[in-house]
């Protein structure tokens, strides 16, 4: 079982930086998959972001450049680093861990971006 826990999220001006984390209450296994999605209102949950082991990482095109994730496997963390950050960047995120067959999900942190 593991339990997620998001941090970081908050109220920022475009062009803005935030860095979100995400603690785990259980092991991180180097074999999981961490990850990054954001729902914004009205819309459907999206990945912005993922990690495997090997430090293989993949983004979503619209924050490519601009974002950057990280694990610590050792402190059971994952990162986003949000720079740059766009009005159209705003919505909850939600931490994400994929350990086959199950899917672990944190309770989500608003960003919110202005103009």
């Known amino acids: 079982q593991v339990q997620l826990v998001e941090s970081g999220g908050g109220l920022v001006q475009a062009g803005g930086s935030l860095r979100l984390s995400c603690a785990a209450s259980g092991i991180i296994r180097s074999s999981d998959v961490m990850g990054w999605y954001r729902q914004a209102p009205g819309k459907q949950r999206e990945l912005v972001a993922t990690?495997?082991?090997?430090?293989?990482?993949n983004y979503a095109d619209s924050v490519k450049g601009r974002f950057t994730i990280s694990r610590d496997n050792a402190k059971n963390t994952v990162y986003l680093q949000m720079n740059d950050l766009k009005v159209e960047d705003t919505a909850t995120y939600y931490c994400n861990v994929w350990r086959w067959p199950v899917d672990y999900w944190g309770q989500g942190t608003q960003v919110t971006v202005s103009s």
């Open positions: 990690s495997t082991s090997g430090d293989s990482t």
